[in-house]
């Protein structure tokens, strides 16, 4: 089955700079690939979505890029703001027709004032 | 947008009670719905996948008899902690695939459930 595995697991940024959260993923066949920010004692809330058929994806402060021969994923925040310190989840859907989504194990990120 | 409905938020229940919780997706329908269990600081794990009118799938190591899913409509879903235990504290996510947005997935707000 999938497995996706995220770096880093802690990320420490200073306000202003960018941060960028990788993501691999082992199915060949999975075609969606959405990241998720989650804030204590909430559920995940999309942020971007990438599918297998464009390369980069780009919404404002936040772009992901996807490289399918490598089969990597990434998220890149720039001009980083306090309120965006939370954990950050990526996910990649299995090739198979179950429609699962399979989460990395989550990148919590800090941005100091 | 769509909107997927999560109740209760909270539950603090005693051992040997079962608990249920429930998941409505408000303006869309749910062809697909999962449950998540997600530990502090870990990640989401998938438990089971359900589709409307059939039994749910659930994931290798999750026991179907203790985690009972139930997706009678296109509309809900629930899960059923049954004779609950400590061990199964933990935060309980659904997330409902449907509402005309190719492969988008809903998730609901979660439930912390506590057993005490």
């Known amino acids: 089955g999938e497995n996706v595995e995220q770096h880093p697991s802690t990320l420490s940024v200073q306000e202003g700079d960018s941060a960028v959260i990788k993501c691999t993923y082992s199915?060949?066949?999975?075609?969606?690939f959405p990241w998720y920010k989650q804030e204590l004692g909430k559920g995940p809330q999309l942020i971007i979505d990438?599918?297998?058929?464009?390369g980069e994806k780009k919404d404002q402060r936040i772009a992901v890029t996807l490289n399918k021969t490598a089969k990597h994923f990434s998220l890149h925040i720039t001009e980083t703001q306090p309120e965006d310190s939370a954990v950050y989840f990526c996910a990649a859907s299995s090739g198979d027709s179950s429609y699962k989504l399979i989460f990395g194990s989550g990148t919590r990120l800090l941005v100091r004032p | 947008g769509a909107v997927v409905s999560q109740h209760p938020s909270r539950v603090i229940c005693k051992s040997g009670t079962s608990v249920k919780i429930e998941c409505r997706s408000l303006d869309f329908q749910a062809t697909t719905m999962f449950w998540y269990r997600q530990f502090p600081k870990q990640s989401l794990m998938l438990m089971a996948t359900s589709n409307e009118g059939s039994k749910a799938t659930y994931e290798q190591g999750v026991e179907k008899d203790k985690f009972l899913i139930n997706h009678a409509s296109l509309t809900l879903s629930t899960l059923t902690v049954t004779s609950a235990h400590p061990e199964d504290s933990s935060f309980y996510i659904c997330s409902a695939r449907g509402g005309g947005r190719v492969n988008g997935y809903t998730f609901g707000s979660g439930t912390r459930l506590t057993v005490v």
């Open positions: 199915d060949s066949a999975s075609n969606y």
């Open positions: 990438i599918r297998s058929n464009v």
